[in-house]
C-alpha cells in the first residue's frame, strides 16, 4: 500500500512545530518538507543512506546514539529470545520501518509483532513492514523532544499498539504506556517488568538491563 500525501507549509518553523520541534539537523531537505512520500523514505532506507521517519510528507531522521543502541541491543534480545522460544511472533530492531498510517513511516528502537497480526502468519519481505506492531521500544536519544515522543506514541495508539515504552538511558528509567490508559506506569533501576497483557510470563530487570551501562562507564558491575 502505498498513499501519497503533500502538505503545504509557509515556514521553517512550521516543519518543525509540525514534527515535534526536533532540531532542524534532523530535517532532511530534499525532497523538499511537506512533498516526501513513502517511495523516498523506503529509497533513503534502501541506500542506507539515512534512518528517516515520514511524517506529513516530511523526512525526519531518527535521533540516534551509541550508547542508547546498545541499551536497545539489550532489550531487543531479551524479547527476541523470549518469543522465538515459544514462537509468538517476531522482533525487530532499529533499522526495522514500520507503516503506521498512510504516509506515516516510524522506526521504533525494537518492535515486537505477534503472528495473528502478521497476514498469513508470515513476515512480509516488503522494505516497510504494513502491519502495526503489538509492542514499540522508544530509546530516548539527545536530540528526541517531548513534543515529537508524544506525537509518536500517539500515533502508535491510533494505529492499534497496544503498548510503548520510552526508555531513558540518562534516568535509567522505563515509562510503559498503554493504550487507553492515561498514565504510564514507570519503573526504576531496581524494578522488574512483567508483561502480562502482550507476553504473559516475560521479565525483565532494570538492574540486569542498565548494568550495561555501568560496564560501559568503566564502573564495575553491582554484584
Same mark, same amino acid.
Given at each position: ?67 542508547? +543502541?546498545?541499551?536497545?541491543?539489550? /532489550?531487543?534480545?531479551?524479547? &527476541? %529470545?523470549?518469543?522465538?522460544? @515459544? =514462537?509468538? *511472533? ?77 526508555? +531513558?538511558?540518562?534516568?535509567?528509567? /522505563?515509562?510503559?504506556?498503554? &493504550? %487507553?490508559?492515561?498514565?504510564? @506506569? =514507570?519503573? *526504576? ?35
Amino acid at each position: 500500500m502505498s498513499v501519497e500525501l503533500e502538505t503545504e507549509f509557509q515556514t521553517v518553523q512550521d516543519v518543525i512545530d509540525q514534527v515535534g520541534g526536533v532540531p532542524p539537523s534532523r530535517i532532511r531537505m530534499k525532497p523538499t518538507p511537506g512533498s516526501a512520500t513513502e517511495a523516498d523514505a523506503i529509497a533513503l532506507h534502501e541506500k542506507k543512506r539515512a534512518l528517516c521517519e515520514l511524517v506529513d510528507g516530511v523526512l525526519v531522521e531518527k535521533g540516534m546514539g551509541y550508547v542508547e +543502541s546498545l541499551i536497545a541491543g539489550a /532489550i531487543y534480545a531479551m524479547i &527476541r %529470545g523470549f518469543v522465538r522460544a @515459544r =514462537k509468538l *511472533g517476531v522482533a525487530s530492531v532499529a533499522d526495522g520501518p514500520y507503516l503506521i498510517a498512510p504516509g506515516l513511516i516510524l522506526i521504533p528502537d525494537v518492535a515486537f509483532v505477534s503472528w495473528e497480526r502478521c497476514p498469513g502468519g508470515r513476515v512480509s519481505r516488503r522494505a516497510v513492514a504494513e502491519v502495526v506492531p503489538d509492542l514499540a521500544v522508544e530509546v530516548l536519544s539527545a536530540s528526541n523532544t517531548r513534543a515529537e515522543m508524544d506525537r509518536k506514541r500517539q500515533a502508535y495508539f491510533d494505529a492499534g499498539t497496544s503498548s510503548v515504552w520510552m526508555v +531513558s538511558t540518562h534516568e535509567r528509567t /522505563i515509562a510503559i504506556y498503554d &493504550r %487507553g490508559i492515561d498514565e504510564p @506506569r =514507570k519503573y *526504576g533501576e531496581g524494578d522488574v517488568i512483567e508483561l502480562q497483557e502482550i507476553l504473559p510470563g516475560f521479565r525483565l530487570s532494570l538492574a540486569e538491563l542498565f548494568g550495561e551501562l555501568d560496564e560501559i562507564e568503566g564502573v564495575p558491575p553491582t554484584p
